[in-house]
Every structure is written in structure tokens, then in C-alpha cells.
């Protein structure tokens, strides 16, 4: 039983720090933006599919980790200038518009990439002992590079004259334009670092998870719960939001199916709705 | 030669008799070719009557036998039969919808060539289920009641076939099962005018679980997609395996599960055999992970082809090394028993398929080739049942439907998988299955070929007298 929790609470944690990076940039565009971003999940999938590409031609897992997702970013640019905003104040309309790109992009990948799942082989094949099973070391450092990105990102907000204004726009946007910062090109390089995370989290998944057109849905439910309970625009509070849900779900499932352990953590998602509307940690 | 361009500058308006007054003004006229200031080519010679009368008998003559040569179901002949089809082609199992499409329009294609079902063209009407049993039932309604199709075929997708069965009931269309593995389809759900030629989840228990209780383990845990599907193979494996005395576990995870580890680690320190059920990116995502938390060395790892149909074993990977399948039908070329080769070369090479069971030209694209068969085989069997009844229309469905349920198909050509037999009581079809390992080579090596008179369980309904 000891054994089996502590793998459930370390599989936790590695899992909710890799969901966490999902979210964080579903979130960072919903904080600045107030677009709820219907295609993200299409954009961790392109992030894998483009690394894929990438792995063919280069066979290095570390250069499709640093191209894919600049180049997810770049359409994410030409999303938020070409679509986004237009409509940026039409919260309905936004969501309709980014659904189509998500089944845009979905269309488009099962059209050039094919509908069967690809595999990206996982760069570092080591194991280490944990009582009776094994865990791959491959998870460590994708929990590793997530917890690095996400200090990066925090040092990015907090310390850098971009970040500067970033803030400044979600606090005040109309104050923001009038002090100088152009804002429209903050919007756009939000969009743009929320796409990138998102391919982030598309390359670091797919040596586990695999490529397929269709692997973004999933993930996309998660990541929206993670946002709600965390705190919609809190990116501290999703961090921590994905990492409790994941060890709740991981060390539920020692106790009961795992299933039920899923079932259980929505249920969380529905009493926070209800309780804390603005999310654990607020907005 | 003359030109487009410089005939064009020919042409004038020549001068007619106006309208108004009967007399010639300059600018009225109608248009003729001028001729050309330099003849070339054909218009440097006058036409007489001979060559007229020469040339336009040659080319009718031409246009008749060309017509006739190509297309001879047209002038005379009764109108086409149409054979409405579904598959997933968008949303999920679309490396089965692809193959299960090209497999059908190859083999209509071919029908037609070859003359037709009695002289009667064959029409396809395809469309897409989108994994959508509301949507799927709309597009069968539109191919019957706007195409008019007279049957319909296709689908692996349990819940769209059901979603149709009151359609293919009330307009007494058949529909034939294009991969649709739910067991009670033919068992106590089965409908009259529902037509299934593959396996399904029993006939799979049946043909796999005696040789791997006997080889792989008498202890089994099922890790299995959470919806009918998997619990249909944990029920009927685990029913098989608990009766001959072993001990099963039963733990099922989400279809589109991502992280496995903790399923994994509930599976009992015991468990021999790890049998496993899911599609798509949870199929390579279950059998990769067993690997990387090392389960695979004190257990044996046993599965269903479904999960990897479509998918490269190198896609799958070389964790997948030394894992059991039932396969419906070899992947390899070399692995299909040899007095079948003659017909499953010449099926491969209809459908563009090379040895190694991936697309000639896209060798990145695997064949579903234990489900597409299915869809090759339907045409032959509608072809021979509207020829030994005289089918003309819709009307006729039931007849059609009596002389398919009792076909004994011998291997040939239409019939490459083998012998196959459909019984009459509940219209399931009945052919040989093949247990195989993962080589080292990533290959499907066949092991063990399990006869269909092993899996021919007592029927569980009777049709005969609901037609």
C-alpha cells in the first residue's frame, strides 16, 4: 500500500506539472485577452504533430522541443491578428471563432499528418527502480522542463519590460494604451506565448502519449478544470490546481477505480463552481 | 496552322439585309469566317462530298464502339444498383474508415469492370459516420429516402449500427456490418436485416482465450477502454477463463486515457497474462508504458488486433516486442496460410497493398487488414445472392437476405480470408482466426491458426422465420 501511494503521489505530481503547463497557457490568454480559447487543445496537438515532422528530418527530440513550438507561436500570432481581433470583444463570437480553428486545424492535420496515431520515441530511455515497478526518467525531465518554463515565464512577467506591460494591460487596458504600451502587440505576443505552451506541452507529452489529430480533446477538457479551479487569469493558482487535481486522481485511484477518481475530481470542479466561483485561488 | 486567336480576327460581320428597311447597310450583318490570307493545314482543303459522307461515317463508328467499349451498362440496360455506404472517415478509427473505403470502391470498381452485378451497374453512395450514431442514422435515412440505395454497408462503429437498426427495420434495407464488434449484434439484439461476415467480441474469446490459458497464464487481469467494447472482452474472455479455473481482475480505464501508471500499478502482483483493449493513442500509450514501468517482464502482454489495426508496428514500437495478438486475418503477406496466396496477392494488389501489409506508394500508411475484408467480400456475396434470386429491387430485400445468411463461401478471388460461413439463425459469419507475436523485427509472426469451427458458439436467436 506505502508503495503504491508513493508512486501514485509522484506519478502525480510529474503528470499534474506537464498539465499545468496546458493550462498555463490557456490561462495567460484568458487573463489578458478574456478569450476563452476553444482551440487550444489543437495547438498542443500541432505543437506534437510539427515536432513529429521535425524528428523525421532532424531526429533530434531536443531541436523539434525549441522549432515547434516557435512555430505554433508564429500561428498563433497570425491567429490573434488574423481572427482574434477582430472579435476580441465579443466573448460569444471569440469562442464560436475558435472552435472553427480548432476543427480547422483538426481537418487539416487528419488531411496532411493521416488519421492513424505516430509515435515519438522518448529521448531518454533509463528507468529507476521504485519499489516493485520501474519509473521512467523521461518523466522526471518533462517535469523538469515544465517547472523550468514555468519559472522562465514567471521571470518573464515579473522582471522583463514586456511582462511589464502585460501586466499593465490586464490591470488597466484603456490606462495602458494611454501610457504608451501598444497594447494591440501585447495581445498579439500573449496569444502567441499561450500558443507556444501549449506546443510546449504537445512535444513534451507525445513520447508518452503518442500523435494522433484527435489527442488535443482530451486534454483540453482537463486543462479548462484546471483553469476554473485554480482561478481563471491566476496562473499560480493553475499550477497548483493541475498538480492537485492529478495527485488527488492519482492516489484516488489506489482506493477506488480509477474512474471513480476521475469522477471524484470533477465533482471537486462542481463544489469549487459552486462555492468559490472565481476558483480556489480567485482571478 | 490557324490559330485560335487568328481565326477569331477572321471572323466579320457580314452584310444582310436589314431588318428595318430590306436593304444592305454597312455594320449589319451576321457572322462568318473570313478566310484565312495563307491556308494551312485542314483548311487548305475543300471538303467534298465523298469525304463528308467518309468521315462522319468513321466517326459515328468510332463514338458507337467507343461507347459500347466503355460503358456498358448505359443504352438498354436496367438501372444501376446502389449500395450506400458509411465509415469513419473524421473524429476517430479513421485509419479504419480509410481502409475500409478504399477496400469497397476497389472492389465495386472491379464488380463493374468485370460486368456488373447481372448485367446492372454498381453505384456507390459514400458517406461519413463521424463517430456519430445521430449523425450516421441521418446519412443512412438520406441514403435511403435521397439516393434511394438498396442496402447499406460499412462502419466499425458499434453505436452507429445500433443507432440504425430501426432504419434498416422499417425500410427493409440490409445493412451490412462493415467492423462493428459488439456480440449481441448477432446474438439477442440481432435484427433481421442486419448482415455481419467478421468477428466480434465472442467468436475473438472463443478463437483466443483456449491457447493462451494453455501457453501464456491461467491468471488474467483485463485493462480495458471503459465502454462496451471492452467490457464485452473482459466478459467474454474473463467467462471462458473463470470457467476452466482461473482467476481474472478486471480494471478499466477511460477510451482516451493518457497516463496508464495508475491502472498499471492496481494490476495484481500475481497477474500472468495483461490483457489489453483500447484504440488509437491509448492502444501504443498502454502497451509502451507496461514497458516503461517494466511490467512487461513478469507478465505476458495479449491483445485484440483492433488496438493497433491501421497503426505500423514500428509505430507501435519496439515495446511491443514479444506481445500476443489474435489477428482475423494476417498483416504479412508471408503469414497468410499458403493456399490462400494466389487470391491474397491479387486482393493486396487490387487495393494497392504490398507484402509487409502498407499502402504501395505510402508506406507510412498500415492496412486495417483483419477488418477491411469485410468490405471486399460484401459486394461478392450481394452479387451472388442477386443472382441466384433474381433480385430486381428493394422490394426484393428479404429474398436477397435469405440467400446471403446461408452463403458457405470457398476461398477465391471475392473470398481471400479463407472458407467463410454465415449461419442462417442470427446471419454471423464465421472464418478462421490466427494467434501471432511481435518478433524482435517488430513483425506479426502467426503462431497458431484457429479453425471457425472453433468459434461457432450455439446461436442465440433465430431469423429464419423473420424474414
Known sequence: MTSNIAIAMMNGIVWGLIMALIALGLNLIFGLLHVINMAHGALYMLGAVVAWYLIEFTGSFWIALIIAPLFVGLIGVAIERGLIRTIEDKPIITIICTFGIMLVIQELVLMIFGGAPRRIDSPITQRFPIFELQYPVMRIMIAFISVVLMSGLWIFLKKTKYGLWMRAVVQDREMAAGLGIPVTKVYMWTFAVGSALAAFSGVLAAPIVSVEFMMGREVLIMAFIIVIVGGMGNLAGSVVAAVLISLIQGVGSIFVSPSMAMVFSLAILIIVLLVRPQGLFGE | MVGDRERANNIFYSQRPSRVDGKLHKGEGFMVEKKPKKKEGILRKEISRRDFIKTTAMGAAGLGIGSWLTVPFTYGAEPPIRIGMFNEYS?????????????????????????????????????????????????????????????????????????????????????????????????????????????????????????????????????????????????????????????????????????????????????????????????????????????????????????????????????????????????????????????????????????????????????????????????????????????????????????????????????????????????????????????????????????????????????????
Open chain 2, 91 to 467: 473524429v476517430f478509427a479513421t485509419e479504419y474508415g480509410y481502409w475500409m473505403g478504399k477496400v469497397a470502391k476497389t472492389a465495386v470498381a472491379k464488380m463493374n469492370a468485370e460486368g456488373g452485378i447481372a448485367g446492372r451497374k454498381i453505384e456507390l453512395f459514400d458517406y461519413d459516420t463521424k463517430c456519430d450514431p445521430k449523425w450516421a442514422a441521418s446519412m443512412f435515412r438520406k441514403m435511403v429516402l435521397e439516393d434511394k440505395v438498396d442496402m447499406v454497408m460499412g462502419s466499425i462503429h458499434s453505436g452507429v449500427q445500433k443507432a440504425c437498426f430501426p432504419l434498416a427495420e422499417e425500410y427493409k434495407v440490409p445493412l451490412f456490418s462493415g467492423g462493428a464488434m459488439t456480440y449481441e449484434f448477432t446474438g439477442k439484439d440481432a435484427i433481421p436485416y442486419y448482415i455481419r461476415n467478421h468477428s466480434h467480441a465472442r467468436s475473438q474469446a472463443l478463437a483466443g482465450w483456449k491457447w493462451a490459458f494453455d501457453n501464456l497464464g491461467k491468471k488474467w487481469t483485463f485493462l480495458n477502454a471503459d465502454y462496451a467494447w471492452g467490457h464485452s472482452l473482459a466478459r467474454e474472455f474473463g467467462g471462458l477463463i473463470k470457467a476452466a479455473g482461473g482467476k481474472t481482475q478486471d480494471i478499466f480505464a477511460p477510451p482516451a486515457t493518457a497516463d496508464f501508471i495508475p491502472y498499471l500499478q492496481k494490476v495484481d502482483p500475481d497477474t500472468e497474462v495483461l490483457f489489453t483493449a483500447f484504440l488509437g493513442t491509448a492502444a501504443l500509450g498502454v502497451l509502451r508504458q507496461t514497458v516503461e514501468i517494466g511490467l512487461h517482464k513478469r507478465l505476458q502482454r495479449y491483445t485484440v488486433i483492433c488496438c493497433t489495426e491501421g497503426i505500423g508496428q514500428d509505430v507501435v514500437g519496439k515495446e511491443s516486442i514479444g506481445a500476443y495478438y489474435i489477428e482475423y486475418h494476417p498483416r504479412h503477406l508471408d503469414q497468410v496460410p499458403k493456399e490462400l496466396h494466389p487470391y491474397e496477392m491479387a486482393y493486396r494488389k487490387a487495393c494497392g497493398v504490398d507484402e509487409n501489409g502498407r499502402e504501395i506508394g505510402n508506406p507510412k500508411v498500415t492496412i486495417a487488414g483483419s477488418h477491411m475484408y469485410s468490405m471486399w467480400i460484401y459486394p461478392y456475396q450481394i452479387k451472388l445472392a442477386i443472382e441466384q434470386t433474381g433480385w430486381k429491387n428493394r422490394n426484393n430485400n428479404a429474398d436477397m437476405i435469405r440467400a446471403i445468411r446461408s452463403q458457405k463461401l470457398k476461398a477465391g478471388p471475392w473470398c481471400p480470408i479463407g472458407d467463410l460461413v454465415m449461419r442462417e439463425q442470427d446471419h454471423q459469419g464465421f472464418s478462421d482466426f490466427y494467434i501471432s507475436k511481435v518478433e524482435p523485427d517488430l513483425k506479426l509472426k502467426v503462431i497458431e491458426r484457429i479453425p471457425k469451427e472453433k468459434v461457432m458458439y450455439p446461436s442465440e436467436t433465430d431469423l429464419t422465420k423473420k424474414v
